[in-house]
């Protein structure tokens, strides 16, 4: 009876079950593979035309950087280039340099975003009767430079609240500001830089990382509450990109240029909302979802190491290691 029930039903269920399974995996895997093909490689290619969002794209910490990368690539695109940064200084000297590369008109905006909300009515003023097709929030801080506990932050009460406005409140009210002549035009782009750091909680980072995921949410929020009135809004998550905050470190198949990874990101606009930006970036996100995963980032072994290297790179830094 038993031997019957067993040829009879449960093997062929199993069968199926098991088919129905590869199937499943299978169809998930080639639509993932496809999606990366069509995101990192046919961009380049198959690129978006920026100029339809409108005339004029802000970048916020737009003087160093993936901010001054997108900045050149924007105009190289054809949009003039409204730069916000805090030194006046090199304000005009980037803006000087895109109006003789690729003759687009420039504005510049000096405002410091550590300062919080003060700063937000003169920029609001910068940007009045301009039509704003695209908003970079590219401005960031880390707020040791390495990693560090939490409480050994230096200047703790005064750093906690600057990389708060920096990364957070910055994203938050520049966007307040463009999003609804973009919504009235039915049309605009925001891209919002968070980071690989807040694809997994990183101890060591902890601000950084936590203020990261929040771009991340909030970017993708409000993807869903805006794509429907023609409003894209694109998080873009970089890992390593060679700048002033990485100490500009040499560029590697790992490490990109910061004109080099601009340029791979905005060609994944209009093909995905959520982003590594290029291809090394993206594999890279998947190795490190593989072999370095959140519990063993969290692990007390993983911080013991992080701070063992963190000392050695401040012994290094301060000469008693050579
Ligand atoms: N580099 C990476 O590997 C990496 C990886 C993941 C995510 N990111 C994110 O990418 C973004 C850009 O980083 P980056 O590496 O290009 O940084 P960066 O080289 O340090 O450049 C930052 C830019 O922002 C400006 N800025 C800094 N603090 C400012 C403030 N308080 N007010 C106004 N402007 C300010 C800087 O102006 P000054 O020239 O005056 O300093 C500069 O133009 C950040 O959001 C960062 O978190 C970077």
């Not at 990192?40 to 339809?52: A, F, G, N, P, Q």
């Not at 996100?285 to 370095?292: D, G, R, S, W």
Request: glycine share 6%.
């Amino acid at each position: 009876m038993d031997t019957d029930f067993n040829s009879a039903v449960l093997f062929p269920g199993l069968v199926v079950i098991g088919g129905f399974s590869f199937l499943f995996y299978f169809l998930k895997f080639s639509w993932k593979v496809w999606w990366g093909v069509r995101v990192y490689v046919l961009s380049e290619y198959w690129k978006t035309d920026l100029r339809k969002y409108g005339q004029w794209a802000v970048v916020t910490g737009a003087t160093a950087g993936i901010g001054r990368a997108y900045a050149n690539e924007l105009a190289k695109r054809g949009l003039d280039i409204l730069l916000v940064s805090r030194s006046e200084e090199k304000l005009h000297t980037v803006a000087m340099e895109i109006e003789r590369l690729y003759g687009r008109k420039t504005c510049v905006i000096q405002a410091d975003f550590t300062e919080g909300h003060a700063i937000y009515p003169a920029i609001a003023e910068g940007l009045h009767n301009l039509d704003i097709g695209i908003l970079v929030n590219n401005v960031g801080m880390n707020y040791a430079g390495e990693l560090r506990y939490f409480l050994d932050i230096a200047n703790p009460e005064q750093r906690i609240t600057e990389v708060i406005n920096c990364n957070i409140l910055s994203v938050t009210q520049m966007t307040r500001l463009v999003l609804p002549h973009m919504v009235e035009k039915g049309k605009g782009l925001i891209i919002n830089v968070s980071s690989e750091a807040a694809s997994q909680p990183q101890p060591m980072l902890t601000l950084y990382c936590a203020t990261k995921i929040f771009v991340t949410y909030f970017s993708r929020c409000l993807n869903s509450e805006y794509s429907s009135q023609g409003v894209t809004v694109q998080c873009v998550a970089p890992c390593l990109v060679s700048t002033n905050m990485t100490r500009n470190l040499t560029v590697t198949n790992f490490m990109k240029s910061a004109p080099d990874y601009a340029r791979e990101a905005l060609n994944t606009v209009g093909h995905s909302s959520h982003t590594s930006g290029c291809l090394s970036h993206a594999l890279q996100h998947i190795a490190l979802t593989i072999f370095f995963p959140g519990w063993l980032r969290l692990s007390s072994f993983c911080v013991r190491q992080m701070e063992k290297i963190s000392h050695r790179k401040l012994q290094k830094t301060t000469g008693t290691l050579h």
